[in-house]
């Protein structure tokens, strides 16, 4: 299986993802794009011998449309059987999502349904939440809401900023959203819970 991954930033979980793609597995990498030239995930993908492309979403400014098809370019001359969300920070129009529904993953850093859109670390701790986590879906036109795939849980603890909440879930995220993807590739759709 030829696997797509989306990102924005760092790409934290892109490299993960990366890095479990070897020996036995199902799925190899195929390419790492980012709305973001300078975002450092696309070093770091290079670096680890990925195709990359960059596709800026500034110059189209609201036009949503014409973005996505320019990002469509390189995603489609890549022939991904998978595409992973992996902290991109775009929403993608109902148009976009169709073309991969159904083998189209994304990691969101909360517990879904709770806390879907953006500060869902600070939303837990202000909420009194004992615990926090992360989950991956399977992206539908609703923003955060497609079938559960996956979720691992981290205990919020007392005085935690969010920083200190997002660092905790950042790396139960490195070792959900490898093992949900294998299991992705390998036709599997049960959703799997890491305590
Ligand atoms: C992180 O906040 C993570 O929780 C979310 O996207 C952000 C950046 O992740 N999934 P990454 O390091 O770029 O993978």
Same mark, same amino acid.
């Given at each position: ?5 989306l990102i924005s930033g ?7 993802? +990366? ?14 794009a980012s709305n973001d030239p300078d975002a450092?995930?696309l ?8 195709? &990359?492309a960059a596709v800026d979403h500034r110059p189209f400014g609201t036009d949503r449309a014409g973005f996505e098809a320019a990002l469509l370019e390189p995603l489609f ?5 998978? +595409?992973?969300l992996?902290?991109f920070m775009r929403v993608l129009t109902p148009d976009f999502v169709?073309r ?14 709770? @806390?879907?859109?953006?500060? &869902? ?14 989950? +991956? ?55 799997? @819970?890491?305590?």
């Amino acid at each position: 299986k030829r696997v797509a991954i989306l990102i924005s930033g760092g790409g934290s979980n892109m490299v993960a993802l +990366v890095r479990s793609m070897t020996g036995d597995h199902p799925a190899r990498p195929v390419l790492v794009a980012s709305n973001d030239p300078d975002a450092g995930g696309l070093v770091r993908a290079r670096e680890m011998g990925i195709e &990359t492309a960059a596709v800026d979403h500034r110059p189209f400014g609201t036009d949503r449309a014409g973005f996505e098809a320019a990002l469509l370019e390189p995603l489609f001359a890549a022939r991904p059987d998978i +595409v992973c969300l992996a902290g991109f920070m775009r929403v993608l129009t109902p148009d976009f999502v169709r073309r991969f529904q159904g083998r189209m993953l994304n990691i969101h850093p909360s517990l879904l349904p709770k @806390y879907p859109g953006l500060h &869902t670390h600070q939303r837990a701790i202000d909420a009194g939440d004992a615990e926090a986590g992360c989950t +991956v879906h399977e992206v539908t036109a609703e923003l955060d809401a497609g079938p559960i795939l996956g979720q691992a849980r981290v205990p919020v603890r007392p005085g935690d900023t969010a920083d200190d909440l997002a660092a905790r879930v950042l790396k139960v995220e490195h070792q959900l959203y490898p093992a949900v993807l294998r299991r992705f590739a390998d036709g599997e759709r049960h959703p799997i @819970y890491l305590d």
